[in-house]
């Protein structure tokens, strides 16, 4: 678990899965999906069906949840785009838009990357967002992440093509910014 002041990031429990679901899987069209890769299809699910799939979240390594003032908010993750390798993408979500805009998100993932940098031998950290998601390329640049690839005009979303963005972080960077 780690903390800044009434945000904190820490693994999944059991009895965190009712409010992830709610977040993440009750409405077919949440809100936050216009911003989180809205090009990939986001598919509701009931409750039922989403707590066996939920289950294996709890005390995950690579899926924590974001809390603010001690009520689920959102979430940060990691997966391996080429683990012999140490090449390490992490995401973050929060799902309600009463969390957005107050500067949370570059406050859990400076946390994440700080317990990424802290437990694994890893050389980089970063994430791949999209050309329309302004506040996700702020963060980054907030972080002192860099702007490493643009791949421009891939990812279609409304009828309107958009380019996906790859921002990274060194772990020499990292240790010069703290």
Known sequence: ?????E???????????????ELIYKEEQPEWKKWDAPYYPHTAMTLEDFLPTGASLVD???????EVHN???GIVSY????????WLEMGIVFHEPTSWGKGLGTRAMKLWIDHLFSTMPLIRVGYTTWSG?????RVG??????L??????????????YDSIRMGLLREEWEKIK
């Open 148 to 161: 490493e690839a643009r791949i421009r005009k891939v990812r279609l979303y409304n009828g309107e093509y």
């Open 71 to 73: 009520e689920i908010r």
């Open 133 to 137: 998601n302004d506040r996700m390329i």
């Open 1 to 5: 678990m780690y903390t800044d002041n």
């Open 7 to 21: 945000l904190t990031i820490r693994p999944v429990k059991t009895s965190d899965l009712n409010r992830l679901w």
């Open 141 to 146: 640049e907030k972080l002192g992440m860099t």
């Open 60 to 66: 995950s390594k690579d899926f924590w949840v974001i």
């Open 79 to 86: 997966y391996w785009e080429h683990e012999p390798s140490k």
